[in-house]
């Protein structure tokens, strides 16, 4: 059995969840409340099996597996039934790189413990912490749009579902989530909209999970 610990609002579980449903891969999620007496992801029976204090780590045959995007990758090489990644060399390399604009590039600056650091360490407002999320968020959106504009057609890459979509969907979510204006991301937009009429997206889905508020 597949042990995911999970919180239902984060994005990065959410690529994972993603993805054990594209393969349809039966799991137990275990919950890790990031916010409930300072996150119980500082506990020290969490920080054992994830030192950076942070979800998802997946349990698999007695090893745990960290980072999101490794988590992926490592899912979609065991069960290569329902591939998402291309076989093109060059059209893999281009849907990681989609992967690698929203864990890499937007989302780690605009994750809870950042805008918690914003707001309790450095002492920021409510609203200049929102001004900082909204900023990264047009930055990675409107490079998104133009990347996405030379391949996305019904998903990211073309009519086929991708890792690519497994990332771009929650971190879209995220933007709802946060009131972050859409309309000039008709693609991503789009995109979105389609992944997440999928069972195995909408399935995923924050709202759909067990520790659910």
């Known amino acids: 059995m597949i042990k995911l610990y999970s919180y ?20 137990e999620t275990v919950a ?9 992801q500082h506990a020290p029976e969490y920080t054992q099996l994830n030192p950076m204090h942070v979800v998802p780590s997946l349990e698999h045959e007695g090893h745990i597996l960290l980072e999101s995007n490794a988590i992926c990758e490592y899912l979609n090489e065991w069960q290569p039934a329902n591939p998402l990644l291309p ?35 450095l002492g920021h407002s409510e609203g200049e912490k929102m001004a900082w999320y909204r900023h990264w968020i047009v930055r990675g959106f409107e490079a998104l749009e133009t990347i996405l504009s030379k391949r996305a057609a019904e998903h990211c890459w073309g009519n086929t579902i991708t890792l690519a979509d497994a ?47």
């Not at 890790?32 to 119980?40: A, I």
């Open 167 to 213: 990332f771009v969907s929650p971190q879209v979510w995220n933007a709802h989530r946060f009131n972050c204006p859409m309309e000039n991301y008709p693609i991503l937009n789009r995109v979105y909209n389609n992944a997440m009429q999928l069972p195995a997206f909408h399935q995923a889905a924050p709202a759909m999970q067990p520790d659910a508020e």
């Open 32 to 40: 890790v409340h990031l916010v409930n007496q300072g996150g119980e």
């Open 87 to 121: 076989v093109e060399l060059i059209e893999r390399a281009w849907v990681r790189s989609i992967c690698q604009v929203v864990a890499c590039d937007i989302h780690p600056v605009n994750n809870l413990r950042v805008l918690n650091y914003l707001t309790g360490t």
């Open 8 to 27: 239902f609002r984060s994005s990065a579980a959410f690529r994972v969840r993603i993805v054990l449903n594209l393969k349809l891969l039966p799991y």
